[in-house]
């Protein structure tokens, strides 16, 4: 099962666009996530004590690790999620917090060093930016150093198109070349 995990809120949005182009080429069954529509628990003390005590008792089953489940057991996972004030919308560092399960999405190891649990061998993350500016370890490499470093998926992929809303730019060629060059 293909994840894809979209952070985009406009109707018409670029990277959603792009996000598509990349299924349609994956070729495969995919399960949308939709965040702009997900009403996330409020992470406080409560919720942690909550999800501590049913960790501590391995009830991995509880609604509560739902989405950690989810992402554990999808094959690829494709993330569009557009270039907002250096990094990504909140709406999916929300979603990260949820995830990281001990026990689901990662364990630790004896060095306390995190292993990853999660089958996916690919992960895409799909962006869009209006200017040039686009420095990769902000929003991308806090995912992809998750991806790698915590859920054990090593092919992190970057499909981006910048420059979007610069002067005379021409937004349907950027993206259209971008397309292009998408590889799965």
């Known amino acids: 099962m293909v994840l894809f995990i979209n952070c985009c809120v406009r109707e018409n949005s670029r990277t959603a666009l792009l996000a598509n182009d990349l299924l349609s080429k994956i070729k495969k069954p995919y399960t949308e996530l939709k965040l702009d529509g997900y009403v996330f628990p409020r992470v406080d003390e409560n919720y942690l004590k909550k999800r501590d005590t ?3 008792q391995s009830r991995f089953d509880d609604p509560t690790f739902g989405l950690a489940r989810q992402f554990a057991e999808a094959d690829e996972i494709v993330i569009a999620a557009p270039f907002w004030d250096l990094s990504f919308p ?31 061998k690919k992960l895409y993350y799909v962006t869009t930016a209006g ?6 370890e902000y929003g991308f490499g806090y995912v ?11 092919d992190v992929r970057l499909i981006k198109a910048t420059g979007l ?12 070349d971008c397309m292009k060059n998408i590889i799965v």
């Open 54 to 56: 049913l960790i501590s």
């Open 90 to 120: 909140a709406v999916l560092k929300q979603y990260f917090e949820i995830i990281n399960v001990i026990g689901v999405t990662f364990k630790y190891n004896e060095q306390g060093i995190p292993e990853g649990l999660c089958m996916a």
């Open 131 to 136: 200017g040039e500016y686009f420095p990769e």
């Open 144 to 154: 992809k150093a998750l991806a790698q470093n915590f859920y054990g998926i090593k």
């Open 165 to 176: 809303d610069i002067y005379g730019a021409d937004t349907d060629k950027i993206l259209s």
